[in-house]
């Protein structure tokens, strides 16, 4: 073969001998600046592997002549960032909570805060849009309906001491008692008719109302306003913990559902359930009058259900 025949009429580039359908391999060189660009790049990961930790060895990399190292940068990064943060928990810490809403630029710190804890320790319940779900007995945080109030200082207690939870000597507690085996089939459906016609659902009856006035009106009150100092759930409104159907109604007359809420105490510091506070509070349910928060457990209360936000 001559040498003309190792040559690319067309293009007069060198032809390696391969050809398919008469399509030519050719050996094209690569472009001076890609070359160049490809060495610059191997020099560059000589340098770095003597800089920075490269190779692996038995108990950890080689750390490199700089000693940088991506573990002690994090923990810079977090530390610059809980200083920048020190002053405002250190500002939420000293300012009374039912002061908070006079700092705009406060309350606002405070509420952000609150958001990300929520997103952290609340929303497996409550859900991301605190809209709670009803059908597990997970309350709504987003409207005006409180068993035991809504302002930041019943929030804030709340939260630190729980309800019906073992952790704290101080939690909430307030138990529905079971009528099961004291009212015959025909006085429960017409306690729960009365019940739902308190929030405008139908019309009750005389013997309805009859049951209510002896057996519920001592803690929801005559017209089912219901009562926060022992816990007590208003019946007047139409919103309902387990779901206000008859039969949901009925289940919580003869065999009442307690749910718990866990104080957190023990596991997120002052500030963080303050800030948690503030922003329960913002999600539209809050209360603008406050008022100061329980000193001691409150009383045990019976008779008063569970068809509310704890």
Known sequence: MSDQDHTDEATGTEFVGHEWDGIKELNTPLPRWWLWTFYACIAWSLVYVVLYPAWPMVEQATEGTLGWSSRRELADDIAA???ARAQTYQRIAATDITALGQDADLLGQAIAGGA???KQHCVQCHGAGAAGYEQYGY???NDDDWIWGGKLTDIEYTLTHGVRWEGSDETRVTYMPAFEGIFDRAQIDALVV?????????AGSAAGAQLFSDNCAACHQASGEGDRAIGAPALDDAIWLYGGGAANIRQQILAPRHGIMPGWSDKLNPVTIRM???YVHSRGGGEMAESAAPTQNPEQAEGAGDDDRP
């Open 139 to 141: 309350p709504n945080l």
């Open 81 to 83: 960032v809980e200083t």
């Open 276 to 278: 948690l506070a503030a």
């Open 194 to 202: 009365h019940v739902r016609s308190l929030s405008g659902d139908g």
């Open 116 to 118: 990300a804890a929520f």
